[in-house]
């Protein structure tokens, strides 16, 4: 079976591309012939083609472009899209292209806030509020099946009005090499890595912070991540109280540092909202570590275990259950970083990821053409003998999962 | 109790799985149980076919009929486990090992093809839902039920079955080696005979037959004195093969169980296999019951050399092997199936 994959690759600088870098390896010693498609060259000849979607028009504008020429299996890698599709319609001119895709998500009244964009009458609505209009509907109309991470994007695409097969594939963990911890203490030691902003509940973090920092003087901080434009964190440490040897802060560091800095925390916080349905590779990497984690209950993160990771609820008690949380995790990092570990092994294990991405590719190419002759013959010698009614065997086929 | 014993058959063809299907049947009437055997005919060529055949067993319903109940249905080898009961035990002789194990090496029959592809994983639905039904999974042997959980996460009971009820006994420690064993290429016969072509004194005695004889006997070409085909042989004359020989050699290709082992123990004689054959390595140890060797003509001829040209070692090693095999009895199975 040969299949073409089109996906960003490194050196793109996108979390897509370096999960395609570590799957394709895996994929590779399941299927027989792999073909990762080129931007800007002829697409591949294959019995099925592989599509990866995320929100960002620049890694995948041109994928999008091939999906619509030849439908196939789509990793749909978030739960909107409004960016991506924004970026392929009003970003090439083609504002007609955006109300269109807006009128198939929410109706004529969808259509005319679009007018509302082009007209300059309205904010831009991929950077305000694109979780209420995530526009996959346009996606999802060209896949002939759909990968997802999580139950939540798989309910979102459901919601959207896709009725074709669905495969939920956890998102694979990268192996993980002996990390020594970076020489830096804390009691205990929080970390939140990451670029900083609204989203990531920093505000919440911080208010958190300073409470447990009162309750637990040695606590200590370290932001790893640019700060976003507009966004006064250095203002809110300070009035916060958050600073000196309570505070540790990087705006960049190299990838093996990164690591070592995460394996020296006592507790890994990566809250999330609002979601757009995104798996966070930054997550299983800190479970990967055995690290006691915090993330908000939503999305994707509602659908970790209790015992692995601390959900918190995005509420107006957000900060104070951050910070009991933060207390809670750190008595508790042993167990709670044993269960991380734990559950990254047997549920985002490559091997079975690589087994499930080969078992879909293999019933998209071929699942309809068995499916079809099993049931072409059911009918041909039931209606040999007379029988024109083969529901029943038809419901038999199915739940004994021939067809 | 009123019990219905499940197997495929592949028309004119007799083995392993069939036997021991037809003495479960025997001893559970032996037992006073009311047992019959349902077979249907298999056919798995070409390989859409699969997939009608195990539907045909997911069509027989045999959870209620006119008049009495079964009470329990017992399913073996694939597909014949996909049949519908509230009371449904396996006996897992084995899954339809080429769309696991066997798929992508020479033994497969699935190719690279979409539709082959997408059949492959039709066949693991199945055994999912079928297997997944049953009250309990037991395996003829461990490593069977390793297979299951490799493939399909199920925990299952290793529970061997009794070789078939001849009179096995020992006469003499004659000095050739016996091969007793379908002639098919996964068998592996041909290593024998490449073995006396590479030991000039070795003699052997090929019983059984299969699609492979032709080959086999080609390669036999030349030394058609000290290699004897001797077909399909009768009880009789297979307990007096066994009775004579010096030992039995039998190394298929991860055999699922391997009934001929426990054969030649209980006729007193040592087995030579080889460390890929699978379920015979689960009672021949090296140095205990025979010979454990690498899948290598030299390698077996060295070993048939040391069992000929040590009598005392090879009466040693079969008697260890008897007192395994008579661990093994239908009572233990019966019980284990039942409870």
Redesign the interface.
């Given at each position: 079976?040969k299949v073409a994959y089109y996906s960003p690759m490194p050196p793109d600088r996108s979390g897509i591309a370096d999960y395609s870098a570590l799957l394709l390896p895996a994929l590779r010693e399941r299927v027989?012939?792999v073909v990762v498609a080129q931007p800007g060259k002829k697409a591949p000849d294959a019995?099925?083609a592989l599509y990866h979607v995320g929100n960002e028009p620049v890694f995948h504008g041109w994928i999008v472009d091939a999906l619509e020429k030849r439908p196939g299996v789509v990793v749909l890698h978030e739960a909107v899209l409004h960016h991506l599709v924004a970026g392929l319609t009003i970003g090439r001119g083609n504002g007609r292209g955006y109300l269109d895709a807006m009128e198939r998500d929410s109706g004529v009244a969808g259509r005319l806030l679009g007018l509302g964009v082009l007209d300059n009458l309205l904010p831009l609505l991929w950077e305000t509020q694109p979780e209420r209009y995530p526009l996959t509907g346009t996606i999802l109309d060209l896949a002939e099946g759909l990968i997802v991470h999580s139950s939540y994007v798989a309910r979102k695409a459901r919601e959207a009005g896709y009725a074709g097969p669905l495969w939920k594939i956890p998102h694979p963990a990268w192996p993980i090499e002996p990390v020594e911890p970076a020489a830096v203490t804390g009691e205990p030691l929080i970390g939140c890595f990451g670029y900083l902003n609204m989203n990531k509940r920093i505000p919440a973090l911080l208010e958190a912070f300073a409470m447990l920092l009162e309750r637990r003087p040695g606590a200590r901080l370290l932001l790893v991540g640019a700060a976003a434009e507009r966004f006064d964190l250095d203002r809110r440490l300070e009035r916060l109280g958050i600073r000196g040897e309570s505070l540790i802060r990087h705006d960049y560091v190299p990838e093996d540092q990164l690591w070592s800095l995460m394996a020296a925390c006592d507790v890994l916080v990566n809250l999330r909202s609002p979601t757009m349905g995104e798996t966070s590779g930054s997550v299983i990497r800190g479970l990967s570590l055995g690290k006691a984690m915090l993330v908000s209950d939503v999305g994707w993160f509602s659908e970790i275990p209790d015992n692995v990771a601390l959900k918190i609820p995005v509420d107006r008690h957000e900060s104070a259950t951050i910070a009991g949380a933060l207390e809670l995790a750190a008595d508790h990092a042993a167990t709670l970083g044993a269960s991380a570990q734990h559950y990254v092994r047997s549920e985002h294990d490559l091997r079975h990821v690589a087994d499930a991405y080969a078992?879909a590719l293999?019933?998209a190419?071929?699942?309809d053409?068995?499916a079809d002759?099993?049931l072409w013959?059911?009918s041909e010698a039931a209606s040999e003998v007379g029988l024109e009614d083969t529901s029943e065997?038809f419901r038999?086929?199915r739940?004994?999962?021939?067809? | 109790m009123r019990i219905a014993v499940c197997r495929p058959q592949v028309p004119f063809v007799y083995g392993g799985a069939e036997l021991v299907a037809d003495q479960l049947v025997d001893e559970l009437r032996v037992r006073g149980h009311d047992a019959e055997l349902v077979a249907v005919p298999f056919k798995w060529h070409p390989r859409a076919r699969v997939l009608d055949q195990a539907l045909i067993w997911r069509l027989l319903d045999l959870s209620e009929l006119d008049g009495p109940q079964i009470d329990l249905v017992i399913g073996t080898k694939f597909p014949s486990y996909g049949i519908r009961h509230p009371n449904k035990v396996v006996w897992l002789i084995h899954q339809f090992r080429q769309a696991y194990d066997f798929d992508r090496t020479e033994f497969g029959q699935f190719s690279e093809s979409p539709e082959d592809r997408a059949t492959r994983l039709a066949v693991e639905r199945f055994d999912d839902v079928a297997l997944r039904e049953a009250r309990r999974i037991f395996t003829i042997s461990g490593n069977v039920a390793g297979r299951l959980k490799e493939h399909s996460g199920l925990d299952a009971t290793v529970l061997p079955p009794p070789p078939q009820k001849l009179a096995f006994r020992t006469d003499t420690y004659d000095d050739f080696v016996l091969s007793v064993n379908r002639l098919d290429r996964a068998k592996r016969i041909d290593m024998l005979i490449d073995a006396a072509r590479a030991e000039p004194s070795l003699r052997i005695v090929i019983a059984g037959d299969g699609p492979d004889r032709e080959r086999l006997q080609k390669a036999a070409a030349g030394i058609e004195d000290r290699v004897e085909f001797a077909g399909r042989v009768d009880a009789e004359t297979l307990t007096d093969l066994y009775a004579r020989c010096r030992a039995v050699f039998y190394a298929p290709v991860d055999e699922d169980y391997g009934i001929v082992p426990y054969e030649a123990f209980l006729s007193g004689k040592p087995v030579i296999t080889t460390h890929d054959a699978g379920g015979p390595l689960e009672v021949v140890s090296d140095g205990q019951t025979g010979c454990v060797v690498a899948p290598d003509a030299g390698e077996i001829a060295r070993a048939c050399s040391l069992l000929i040209g040590d009598l005392g070692m090879s009466k040693r090693l079969g008697e260890a092997g008897k007192s395994i095999a008579a661990r093994i009895t239908w009572d233990a199975c019966i019980d284990a199936l039942l409870a």
């Open positions: 079976m027989a012939d019995d099925v078992a293999e019933m190419a071929g699942g053409a068995v002759q099993v013959r059911i065997l038999q086929a739940g004994a999962g021939l067809v | -």
